[in-house]
């Protein structure tokens, strides 16, 4: 397909895309470094391409004005978006754009204080700068003693800041005094987020851990073998807490038990670097080294089982279902039903799909590119269409990406569908 057409059907597919759908926010020419999301549910890019994303749907508007990669952003009162790059530089949009300042080395994290008055920045050059949203000069706060990754207010008065050399730290912003360490984790720590009573930190050794605020004590432990920690992002309206690390994962948690409930592949390739939900919680938008934005419904995404080891283990629900059939409940039914006639997913249903040419269920609006198809599905075309991903093997179609990495579930899912596809 040529990318005209290619880039037309994208945008007819996006157009009919329901709000909870999956979706992708397309147009940067680079990784995406930093995602923010605003109070009514605007999102915010910031991409390795030195730009800054501002997207209604799926419509960018560029901000220009970093000489670098833009890597963290922060939302401020009534629309301001703030930025922070590697070109040292922390740029505030809106009405008037212009720079609140500059560090010695990269912006590495960015936070508006909850009064919306005044923006804290850490930076790779080892300082936490305060500067105010209206106007006047920004002040340095006492040395935290090593590059910083990480900052999160609680309350107007006081703010954690996370190091490289492992610590976290907590500043008394009315007092000025140095900051305390109240975790000293041995390894850099790279995000936090902050949820009330608590904080929870990721960090390069792949440690997760949430610390009571006011005791000081480890109140959960949500370390998997995946690392490193890269991205964290805290819903209050949801209680989710969502975490993406350097494998590609997205893990989300529920804070009030503790419990990690989804875990899933999201990127094709390469870490996720950065994680926002949407206001109500319900979509999390997520990015990496594709120059892409995914925004996954968190119901999409994969319901975690813990095994023996803590780790992602099919052994339970295999003894009551067997892979095939848990393949396509957890990957496909979503969105496609077995039965014949119209149903109300997403997509067309997969009754009689063996045998049958992409894009003629009858009354199902395809996408242009199932449309034209000429793709016969079968054994072999399915498999593709997993082992590739269908945004690769039917580029713009509407269906998300995902890739079914096993060969054998793979070959387990189709054996399933060939049985479950035929009923009456
Ligand atoms: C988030 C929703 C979603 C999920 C999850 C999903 N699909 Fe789809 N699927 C779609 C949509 C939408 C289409 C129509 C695509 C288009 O028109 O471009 C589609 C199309 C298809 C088609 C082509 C059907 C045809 O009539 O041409 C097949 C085959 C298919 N999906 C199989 C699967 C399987 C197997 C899984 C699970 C591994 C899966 N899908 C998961 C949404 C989804």
């Avoid at 922060?74 to 922390?90: K, N, Q, R, Y």
């Avoid at 945004?391 to 990495?405: E, N």
């Avoid at 793979?410 to 035929?422: E, F, V």
Wanted: with cysteine; charged share 15%.
């Amino acid at each position: 397909m040529g990318r005209l057409a290619l880039t037309l059907s994208l945008m007819l597919c996006a157009a009919s895309v329901a709000a909870q759908d999956f979706a992708t926010l397309k147009g940067h020419g680079g990784p995406i470094m930093g995602i923010a999301v605003s109070p009514s549910g605007q999102v915010a890019t910031g991409s390795f391409d030195n730009s800054v994303g501002l997207w209604t749907g799926d419509t960018p508007r560029w901000l220009e004005g970093h000489a670098a990669a833009v890597t963290a952003l922060a939302w401020g009162p009534e629309g301001t978006l703030v930025s922070g790059g590697d070109d040292f530089a922390v740029r505030v949009w809106g009405e008037s754009p212009r720079v609140l300042g500059q560090h010695q080395g990269k912006v590495a994290s960015l936070a508006v204080s909850p009064d919306g008055r005044t923006v804290a920045s850490g930076s790779w050059d080892g300082s936490v700068m305060l500067w105010p949203l209206d106007e006047g000069a920004g002040t340095a706060l006492p040395a935290p003693g090593a590059g910083v990754n990480a900052l999160a207010f609680d309350g107007p008065g006081t703010l954690y800041a996370a190091t490289m050399a492992g610590a976290l730290l907590r500043y008394d912003l009315t007092t000025g005094e140095a900051p305390v360490a109240i975790v000293q984790h041995g390894f850099g720590i790279n995000r936090l987020a902050r949820g009330p009573g608590w904080i929870a930190y990721g960090a390069v050794d792949g440690g997760t851990r949430v610390i009571d605020l006011t005791t000081g004590a480890q109140i959960a432990d949500l370390t998997l073998d995946r690392r490193p920690i890269l991205a964290m992002s805290y819903n209050p309206p949801s209680q989710q807490l969502a975490v993406g690390d350097g494998e590609g994962y997205i893990m989300i948690v529920d804070t009030e038990r503790w419990q990690i409930t989804r875990d899933f592949r999201a990127t094709r390739q390469g870490p996720v670097w950065a994680l926002a939900f949407s206001p109500d919680g319900s979509v999390i938008h997520a990015g990496g080294l594709d120059d892409v934005a995914y925004s996954w419904p968190v119901e999409l995404l994969d319901v975690f089982e813990p095994g023996i080891s803590g780790e992602r283990s099919f052994l339970r629900a295999a003894e009551t279902m067997p892979n095939g059939e848990r393949q396509f409940m957890r990957k496909c039914s979503i969105c496609h039903a077995l039965t014949p006639g119209p149903s109300r997913k997403a997509g067309p249903t997969l009754h009689g799909v063996f045998g049958r040419p992409a894009g003629s269920v009858p009354g199902y609006s395809y996408s242009p590119t199932l449309d034209d198809s000429d793709i016969i599905w079968n054994e072999t075309t399915i498999d593709a269409l997993f082992d590739q991903g269908p945004d690769h093997y039917i580029p713009g179609s509407k269906m998300p990406m995902q890739v079914i990495a096993g060969g054998s579930d793979r070959a387990d899912l189709i054996d399933y569908l060939k049985q479950a596809t035929k009923g009456e």
